[in-house]
């Protein structure tokens, strides 16, 4: 069973650990996360729909009563080893260290500052932030596969093979169902004509620094709807991202730019970037999202660094690498 609750690329990044799992241990895979984050799981479908348990955040009282189903659901599932994906969070460490599995995975803090989070992990990984956090993550399951005891975990050389991704490639009745949706935002669509250009100016609630400013979006929108008359910018995101969508749109003041919030759901991302020409998004979501399919990503990083988070997939990051980058973040 693996564990991480908030960060839904990392649903992508932890697929190549899932699959060696599976493959090198012959594991049956369950996943924990939270109830907002568990359609990230559905875009590579790694893990069935009946090994995914979901916890609840509304408030304190629904996620103290989720964790107690959770307590039993992993007895009754009979789980008997667990992968903490966290690096930070006190609360996934309590979850796998009363989960009842016999085996549990971590990173451990050994001598490393804010990785501590408690005595309860059976294999202890040590973390190493010169090494993308995919292959951290397969180190985790090596800690499994290990003949002996290490002290730390995982004394292997992971290669950048070990870390592709597969690719989803949608039906042409995807595809064309997908042209329906953009021609209802945008009357004047032609699937022939146009070429898709896709925005996502949004970032985790958690983590708003990670967003590019408005003004900028604002000045690229400009350009691209400038530059070529068949270019169609769609603007993505939740629902709830909406109203800066809409505000976006009325500052760069073209036809073409097009607020497509809410729109479509998660699981149909890979639909639309599969028809799309290119893509500009901030270190978020749809960075990783778009890993599994052929879609040219630029990624922008802002506290964060791409040598660790960057994307799997057709994506070049655009780093400023300050000598103060990257900010360390905690959860």
């Known amino acids: 069973m693996f564990i991480e609750l908030s960060e839904m690329g990392s649903t992508i990044l932890a697929n190549p650990a899932m699959e060696r799992a599976n493959r090198q241990l012959q594991a049956e895979i369950y996943f924990v996360i939270f109830n907002k984050n568990k359609a990230s799981l559905q875009l590579l479908n790694t893990v069935t729909e009946e090994h995914i348990f979901t916890l609840r955040e509304n408030n304190l009282l629904v996620l103290l009563i989720d964790t107690a ?38 990173f451990y803090s050994f001598h490393n500052e804010g990785l501590y989070r408690g005595e309860l992990l059976t294999h202890r990984v040590s973390y190493n932030p010169h090494m993308h956090i995919a292959k951290n993550f397969i180190a985790l399951v090596y800690a499994l596969e290990a003949k002996v005891e290490e002290i730390p975990y995982s004394k292997i050389h992971i290669p950048d093979k070990d870390i592709i991704l597969p690719t989803v490639h949608p039906t042409l009745q995807e595809q064309k169902r997908m042209q329906g949706i953009i021609s209802n935002r945008f009357q004047d669509y032609d699937p022939e004509y146009h070429k898709i250009v896709l925005i996502n100016p949004n970032a985790s609630g958690l983590l708003p620094q990670r967003r590019w400013m408005p003004e900028r979006y604002q000045e690229l929108a400009e350009r691209i709807v400038d530059q070529r008359k068949n270019l169609l910018i769609l603007i993505t995101g939740a629902s709830s ?29 890979p639909v639309l970037y599969s028809i ?14 778009s890993a599994i399919t052929e879609l ?36």
């Open 69 to 106: 189903k959770f307590l039993y659901w992993t007895r009754k599932k009979h789980i008997d080893t667990v992968i903490d994906l966290e690096l930070f969070s006190r609360f996934t460490a309590l979850l796998t260290g009363l989960s009842g599995a016999e085996r549990r995975v971590g």
């Open 241 to 269: 991202e909406s109203e800066g969508a809409e505000l976006l749109c009325r500052r760069v003041r073209h036809h073409r730019c097009v607020n497509f919030t809410g729109a479509v759901t998660l699981v149909e991302l």
């Open 276 to 289: 799309a020409l290119l893509m500009v998004t901030n270190d978020s979501g749809p960075g990783h999202f």
């Open 296 to 331: 040219p990503t630029f990624v922008l990083f802002g506290p964060e660094t791409p040598a660790l988070y960057g994307s799997l997939g057709h994506s070049t990051p655009i780093y400023a690498g300050l000598a103060c980058s990257p900010l360390r973040q905690r959860s």
